[in-house]
Each structure stands twice: as structure tokens, then as C-alpha cells.
Nanobody, 120 residues
């Protein structure tokens, strides 16, 4: 059974950093794009960053460009999201997903989410 498990969320002050990790199991995810999405209360889930199967191409939402970095290790079946210069508006539940593209509907497999809270 395919499974994605996120870790690394928590509470951080504005300007701080967090690194989210996602461990994939149950199938070979090296042929999938991997993405990080987030959903704040009352808002729709949206893409934060995505990375293609080889790791050679990345996509970032405008709101996180220059602050967040997505990376993957296909040998370990993991994907990470390094988040720097965090802002209160980054507060959300962050989800790891496997699929293709950069839209929510492009993704087939989802983790359970990890909460990130940025205090001002």
C-alpha cells in the first residue's frame, strides 16, 4: 500500500526556519513528481513547491520563491522542504503528495499532513 508520511512541522517564530520531510513507501515514487501543498483554515489547498522525477526541475509558488527549497532523494524515497524566513502567512497544514504537474488534481497520493505555525 502506497504511503506518504510527513514530519518536521511545528511552531516557529517569524523569520525562523523549518525543514519538512516526507518518507514514501509501498511503491516506487521515483517515477512521480513530488509536491508540497498547504492548506490554511478557510482556504483551498494549493501548491507550495514541486519537483520532477529526476529532481532536475522544480516549481515554486510565487509566495515562497527565494525562501523555500524542495529536494528529493530517490534512493531513500524521501522529499524535503526547507523553509526559511518564515512568515505568519505561511501557517497551514502542509501535505506531501506524489503525482504529475503542479495542480492539486494532478496528484494521486497524499500524506496526512503536518501543521506549521508561524508566530509573529
Amino acid at each position: 500500500q502506497a504511503q506518504l508520511v510527513e514530519s518536521g512541522g511545528g511552531l516557529v517564530q517569524a523569520g525562523g526556519s523549518l525543514t519538512l520531510s516526507c518518507a514514501a513507501s509501498g511503491r516506487t515514487f521515483s517515477t512521480y513528481a513530488m509536491g508540497w501543498f498547504r492548506q490554511a483554515p478557510g482556504k483551498e489547498r494549493s501548491v507550495v513547491a514541486a519537483i520532477n522525477p529526476s529532481g532536475g526541475s522544480t516549481y515554486y509558488a510565487d509566495s515562497v520563491k527565494g525562501r523555500f527549497t524542495i529536494a528529493r532523494d530517490n534512493a531513500k524515497n524521501t522529499v524535503s522542504l526547507q523553509m526559511n524566513s518564515l512568515k505568519p502567512e505561511d501557517t497551514a497544514v502542509y501535505y506531501c503528495a506524489a503525482g504529475r504537474g503542479v495542480l492539486v488534481r494532478d496528484y494521486d497520493y497524499w500524506g496526512q499532513g503536518t501543521q506549521v505555525t508561524v508566530s509573529s
